[in-house]
């Protein structure tokens, strides 16, 4: 791998996907899991072409550690 490669910036997100998720926020009409999409949507962005970005999606299903790339990087 060219040295070049080697000093890409990396960003992974890890959401939360479990039930709670489901749950309104206090205060707010959104659940938990709309208002990380929102702040997802938002982050990504601001994130520059350079970077890559790598989503990791875990709940109550999967914590026996067989969590999934949903999008590697």
Same mark, same amino acid.
């Given at each position: 791998e060219? @040295?070049?490669a080697l000093y890409r910036d990396n960003i992974v997100i890890v959401l939360d996907a479990s039930g709670s998720m489901n749950e309104r926020m206090r205060g707010q009409r959104i659940s938990r899991?709309? /208002?990380a999409k929102r702040a997802?949507?938002?982050v990504s962005r601001q994130v520059p072409d350079t970077t890559?970005?790598?989503?990791?999606v875990f709940s /109550?299903?999967?914590l026996s550690g067989t969590n @999934?790339?949903?999008y590697d990087l």
């Amino acid at each position: 791998e060219p @040295e070049s490669a080697l000093y890409r910036d990396n960003i992974v997100i890890v959401l939360d996907a479990s039930g709670s998720m489901n749950e309104r926020m206090r205060g707010q009409r959104i659940s938990r899991m709309d /208002a990380a999409k929102r702040a997802l949507i938002g982050v990504s962005r601001q994130v520059p072409d350079t970077t890559q970005v790598g989503l990791i999606v875990f709940s /109550a299903m999967n914590l026996s550690g067989t969590n @999934e790339w949903v999008y590697d990087l």
